[in-house]
T-cell receptor, first 109, second 115 residues
Framework: GQQVMQIPQYQHVQEGEDFTTYCNSS?????IQWYKQRPGGHPVFLIQLVKSGEVKKQKRLTFQFGEAKKNSSLHITATQTTDVGTYFC?????????FGTGTSLTVIP | NAGVTQTPKFRILKIGQSMTLQCAQD?????MYWYRQDPGMGLKLIYYSVGAGITDKGEVPNGYNVSRSTTEDFPLRLELAAPSQTSVYFCASSHYRDGPNYEQYFGPGTRLTVT
């Protein structure tokens, strides 16, 4: 069945360091979304990528969608303590979204 | 707008009991979804609906039922609760318009424990 894998599972960084999480799908995706979930909270939408090779930026966050539309990445430049949380990718295949397992980011002040 | 609301926030069920998790949205979204999130894991789609009267199974539908009689409400029914259904349940909605825009708005979640 459809699988969306995400690595790493956990990442601890010093404040100011960069952070990257990677998402890989077993099949081609129609689009990919990224969400952030704070501890005890609910997922909050960050961005959606649709086109092959698409790159989008939101301030310190850079999102990429692979050429084959099977992988994606989220890169945060110069992390801040407010970036703490779990980052999930969600790929659309058919009519369903398949969420990755998430990367939990800890930022050490 | 209240966005997506879910009730209850917490619930403890005994094995074999049944319950309905309520979800409502006031954004006039046509798409609604039910997910479950097990500890340290991503979200898995249980059921979804593309409009009133239309529902379909997701990745993990066994042990659950849904209905969508109005645009606003999308209740999730658990029949004969089992310990494997202990999880956090999230309802979400999105509005498909002018192309493939499926930004999902999530409710605060319901923490369910089955013992």
């Amino acid at each position: 069945g459809q699988q969306v894998m995400q690595i790493p599972q956990y990442q601890h960084v010093q404040e100011g360091e960069d952070f990257t999480t990677y998402c890989n799908s077993s099949t081609t995706l129609s689009n990919i979304q990224w969400y952030k979930q704070r501890p005890g909270g609910h997922p909050v939408f960050l961005i959606q990528l649709v086109k092959s090779g698409e790159v989008k930026k939101q301030k310190r966050l850079t999102f990429q969608f692979g050429e084959a539309k099977k992988n994606s990445s989220l890169h945060i430049t110069a992390t801040q303590t407010t970036d703490v949380g779990t980052y999930f990718c969600a790929g659309l295949a058919g009519n369903q979204f398949y969420f990755g397992t998430g990367t939990s980011l800890t930022v050490i002040p | 707008n209240a966005g997506v609301t879910q009730t209850p926030k917490f619930r403890i069920l005994k094995i074999g009991q049944s319950m309905t998790l309520q979800c409502a949205q006031d954004m006039n979204h046509n798409y609604m979804y039910w997910y479950r999130q097990d500890p340290g894991m991503g979200l898995k789609l249980i059921y979804y609906s593309v409009g009133a009267g239309i529902t379909d199974k997701g990745e993990v539908p066994n042990g659950y039922n849904v209905s969508r009689s109005t645009t606003e409400d999308f209740p999730l029914r658990l029949e004969l609760a089992a310990p494997s259904q202990t999880s956090v349940y999230f309802c979400a909605s999105s509005h498909y318009r002018d192309g493939p825009n499926y930004e999902q708005y999530f409710g605060p979640g319901t923490r369910l424990t089955v013992t």
